[in-house]
């Protein structure tokens, strides 16, 4: 498989930089990527690995899962010039990316918490193409959990495929079976033979009718819950859920990171 990093490459200098060239800039300088506003790191030591395999040297980052502060160097390796010039925005544009997802993952986690503990913030499948690797890692080193990593890995049963099957009741399998019900009346029924009950866009309100009764039914069913749950309604949803599943941290805004490049 390609690297990714050198696809990033490619993509944006697929020959040569012809700003350095015509120039006639070479031979040694430093890199420091600098951030405006205070966030979570991720996937530092990633970009960190592809500069050694460019010859790059990597002064120092800010580890994954770790705050800064707005002012604060997050990133600093030295190199031949022409090289740092070429890896330039696409490092700064991957962790203005990364560590926007990690930050937003970190508030919701928060959030969520002051009002039930226990809850797990879960994100969805639906990451950037080539990018599900870095967002995951993203969401998992601030805190959060992957719902579902692939259509390989879990038993989800939705709507759809409830279209074209009858009785659930004789499911066999060593996985988790998590089923999304289409009405209240499936709920009930399923909360007997799911391990998670998927509810989806479903009011606060009535998630505080429905869950007593589905946790009557099965104590040890869990609830996750889906459904446009952001930063600004997540504590609400908490209140009733052992899950939240949500998509918002792929989709928050890249952090405001600049950099700086200075001969040696």
């Known amino acids: ?12 200098c697929p020959y040569e930089d012809e700003t350095t060239e015509l120039l006639g800039i070479s031979g040694r300088a430093k890199l420091r990527i600098v951030t405006r506003e205070e966030g979570v790191s991720a996937c ?20 994954s899962g770790k ?3 707005a002012g604060d160097v997050i990133f600093e390796a030295e190199g031949d010039a022409k090289i740092l010039f070429k890896l330039w925005r ?19 986690v ?12 879960a994100t969805t499948r639906k990451t950037h193409p080539g990018f599900r690797k870095f967002e995951i890692k993203a969401v998992m080193i601030a805190g959060g959990h992957v719902h579902r990593n692939s259509l390989s890995d879990s038993v ?12 659930l009741k004789d499911l066999r399998t060593l996985r988790k079976i998590e089923i999304e019900p289409r009405n209240v009346e499936e709920a009930l029924k399923f909360a007997k033979i799911a391990d998670v ?7 606060p309100e009535e998630l505080a009718e429905i869950v007593p009764k589905l946790k009557s ?32 941290p792929y989709y928050a805004k890249p952090l405001d990171f600049t950099t700086k490049i200075d001969p040696v």
């Open 1 to 12: 498989m390609l690297d990714p990093f050198e696809f990033y490459l490619h993509e944006d």
């Open 44 to 63: 530092t030591e990633d970009l960190a690995d592809f500069y050694k395999r460019k010859g790059v040297k990597v002064k120092d980052f800010v580890e």
């Open 67 to 69: 705050s800064f502060s």
């Open 90 to 108: 696409i490092s700064q544009t991957f962790l203005s990316i990364t560590c926007a997802i990690a930050t937003a993952t970190n508030r919701l």
């Open 110 to 121: 928060r959030i969520a918490r002051s009002v039930n503990p226990n809850v797990i913030i």
């Open 156 to 167: 989800l049963v939705t709507p759809n495929h409830l279209k074209f099957v009858g009785d």
């Open 197 to 203: 009950l998927l509810l989806d866009h479903y009011k």
């Open 217 to 248: 039914i099965n104590p040890n069913v869990k609830i996750a819950v889906a459904g446009n749950i952001k930063e600004s309604n997540v504590r609400e949803f908490a209140k009733f859920a052992d899950i939240i599943v949500t998509s918002s």
